[in-house]
Every structure is written in structure tokens, then in C-alpha cells.
T-cell receptor, first 114, second 114 residues
Framework: AQSVTQLGSHVSVSEGALVLLRCNYSSSVPPYLFWYVQYPNQGLQLLLKYTSAATLVKGINGFEAEFKKSETSFHLTKPSAHMSDAAEYFCVVSDQWTGNQFYFGTGTSLTVIP | SAVISQKPSRDICQRGTSLTIQCQVDSQVTMMFWYRQQPGQSLTLIATANQGSEATYESGFVIDKFPISRPNLTFSTLTVSNMSPEDSSIYLC???????????FGPGTRLLVL
């Protein structure tokens, strides 16, 4: 079975500082991994995805994530936080063998301090 | 990608009543999904709705409470029946365009049951 663990339900960073949101997954088969962002009172927007191509994935708004199989991790980073990055971030795992069913992490709320 | 709209965007309902949520996609898709996001929590899959077959419900969700229609490849409805305050949530639909292994989400319907 697949599962996702997001360490830290709340993360605060100063504007301009590094953003690091942690995600570890469990999957019995090669996974597909995603990061979604949910801005206040909005739906979910795809930030980036890993589907067995390059292990370092670049997404929108300057975010990137690295798939590390040995660590079963898919941490999300951004070199310099912006006030507009304040949102809820969800790590998601799926695999082709379960009909691409998505398994969501519990989410990390990012606060950016001016 | 896909552009998804939902109606209504929000509603306040009385307990014991029912609400039907509509999900419209700008392209034909086979796989559609309905999720619930309870306040401050992550997303939980309610059911998968593929055109031409009965919806498949996840554990804890039943057709009598959440009937789903999928009349064509661009449209689906989810009804929340006999509502109680515990049904207050955001309901989101998503789609998976063919062979993209990615889900795209609608903006959500924010439901408050009094």
C-alpha cells in the first residue's frame, strides 16, 4: 500500500529564506510523486510531479523537488521564499498499479514572515 | 491539463436537506474523482466516477449518502444527501486526462451545514 508522511504540519520561514517542506513516502512499487499547493479559499494547483524521469524536478513558481529512492523522500524546496508562497502544500503518491489513485499527505501550512 | 469548474462555489444548507454539486471539464476525460476536505484537514477520496460505469466508493462512503452521476465525458454531479453539520467540508472534483498520470482539481465547493 502507498502512504505519505509530511513532517511538520506548520512551517514558518522569513521572506527570502530557504523553503524546505519534507515528504517521505511508502510504496511497494515505483511511485509517482506530486506536490500540490492550495492557496486560501482556492482549489489545488499542481506544483510539480515525478513520474520516473529525472530525479530533480522543477516546477512552477521556483519550486523544485528531488526524488531520493534510498531515502524514500521527495522534499520540496525553494531558494528564496516570497510572501505569495504562503499556502497549504500537499505531497501525493500514486502508482500505476492502483489505477493512479492518489494518496495525500496531511499537508504543511507554510507561513512567510516579512 | 484541464480546466474544471464547480457549481456552486459555496452554500449554506439546513440539516436534513440535500445539495447537488456539479463538475464541468473543458475536455473529455474518462476518469473523474470526488474528494472531501474537512476543515483543516487533507483530502479524502469519496469515489471514482468513470463514464459508462457505476461509481466506485471508498471505505466509509456509501451511494445512498453520496450519489454520483456521470452522464458524459465532461460532466459529473455529487449529491450530499440528508446533510448534517458533520458534512460541512470542501468538496472537490478532479480529473485525470488520459495517460498523464496527473489529476487536475476544480476550485471546490465550500459547504456549511447548519
Amino acid at each position: 500500500a502507498q502512504s505519505v508522511t509530511q513532517l511538520g504540519s506548520h512551517v514558518s520561514v522569513s521572506e527570502g529564506a530557504l523553503v524546505l517542506l519534507r515528504c517521505n513516502y511508502s510504496s511497494s512499487v515505483p511511485p509517482y510523486l506530486f506536490w500540490y499547493v492550495q492557496y486560501p479559499n482556492q482549489g489545488l494547483q499542481l506544483l510539480l510531479k515525478y513520474t520516473s524521469a529525472a530525479t530533480l524536478v522543477k516546477g512552477i513558481n521556483g519550486f523544485e523537488a528531488e526524488f531520493k529512492k534510498s531515502e524514500t523522500s521527495f522534499h520540496l524546496t525553494k531558494p528564496s521564499a516570497h510572501m505569495s508562497d504562503a499556502a497549504e502544500y500537499f505531497c501525493v503518491v500514486s502508482d500505476q498499479w492502483t489505477g493512479n489513485q492518489f494518496y495525500f499527505g496531511t499537508g504543511t501550512s507554510l507561513t512567510v514572515i516579512p | 491539463s484541464a480546466v474544471i469548474s464547480q457549481k456552486p462555489s459555496r452554500d449554506i444548507c439546513q440539516r436534513g436537506t440535500s445539495l447537488t454539486i456539479q463538475c464541468q471539464v473543458d475536455s473529455q476525460v474518462t476518469m473523474m474523482f470526488w474528494y472531501r476536505q474537512q476543515p483543516g484537514q487533507s483530502l479524502t477520496l469519496i469515489a471514482t466516477a468513470n463514464q459508462g460505469s457505476e461509481a466506485t466508493y471508498e471505505s466509509g462512503f456509501v451511494i445512498d449518502k453520496f450519489p454520483i452521476s456521470r452522464p458524459n465525458l465532461t460532466f459529473s454531479t455529487l449529491t450530499v444527501s440528508n446533510m448534517s453539520p458533520e458534512d460541512s467540508s470542501i468538496y472537490l472534483c478532479s480529473v485525470e486526462p488520459g495517460q498523464q498520470e496527473t489529476q487536475y482539481f476544480g476550485p471546490g465547493t465550500r459547504l456549511l451545514v447548519l
